[in-house]
T-cell receptor, first 112, second 114 residues
Framework: SQKIEQNSEALNIQEGKTATLTCNYT??????LQWYRQDPGRGPVFLLL?????KEKRKERLKVTFDTTLKQSLFHITASQPADSATYLC???????????FGTGTQLKVEL | EAQVTQNPRYLITVTGKKLTVTCSQN?????MSWYRQDPGLGLRQIYY???????DKGDVPEGYKVSRKEKRNFPLILESPSPNQTSLYFC?????????????FGDGTRLSIL
């Protein structure tokens, strides 16, 4: 079955640096990948969506890339701030587009 | 304000005592779904609904029931809860499906089954 894998180890970076998070998937390439942010005790919040025919998508300090050859999506936060500290989840649709499968998320901590 | 509302936010109960977690959205979304989130396992989909009276199983439906009698409401029912259903539950909705649709999540319901 299709799996989504994210680095389970927390990522600690210094304020102002670029954070890069990885999402890998197995088997077939999803038509879309979504990225969410989750803060402790809160529901995930949608950030960005990228289609398989898009190599890159940007929104303010966020950038998502999609490499169907590597079966990988990278999520970048430039000029990171302590307020960016959260868990970031990637997700893809399967089953004819009716079911959403999430990765386990990567915790990002931005330090002063 | 556009939102997905879940109730209760916290519940401690005992094995076998039927419970219902309510979910309501005010965005006129057709698609609604339930997830559970467990450490190390991430978010896993329990059930989803494409529209009123249309529901289908997600990846972990055992021990759960849902209904979709109205567009705005999608309750999750645990008819005979067991300790392995202790988890953090999220309801989500979107305009149409999941492929290219952002999901709007509620703030979660933390269930403890003793």
């Amino acid at each position: 079955s299709q799996k989504i894998e994210q680095n389970s180890e927390a990522l600690n970076i210094q304020e102002g640096k670029t954070a890069t998070l990885t999402c890998n998937y197995t088997n077939y390439s999803p038509a879309y990948l979504q990225w969410y942010r989750q803060d402790p005790g809160r529901g995930p919040v949608f950030l960005l969506l990228i289609r398989e025919n898009e190599k890159e998508k940007r929104k303010e300090r966020l950038k998502v890339t999609f490499d169907t050859t590597l079966k990988q999506s990278l999520f970048h936060i430039t000029a990171s701030q302590p307020a960016d500290s959260a868990t970031y989840l990637c997700a893809r649709a399967a089953g004819g587009g009716n079911k959403l499968t999430f990765g386990t998320g990567t915790q990002l901590k931005v330090e002063l | 304000e556009a939102q997905v509302t879940q109730n209760p936010r916290y519940l401690i109960t005992v094995t076998g005592k039927k419970l219902t977690v309510t979910c309501s959205q005010n965005m006129n979304h057709e698609y609604m779904s339930w997830y559970r989130q467990d450490p190390g396992l991430g978010l896993r989909q329990i059930y989803y609904s494409m529209n009123v009276e249309v529901t289908d199983k997600g990846d972990v439906p055992e021990g759960y029931k849902v209904s979709r009698k109205e567009k705005r409401n999608f309750p999750l029912i645990l008819e005979s809860p067991s300790p392995n259903q202790t988890s953090l539950y999220f309801c989500a909705s979107s305009l149409l499906g999941v492929s290219n649709q952002p999901q709007h999540f509620g703030d979660g319901t933390r269930l403890s089954i003793l």
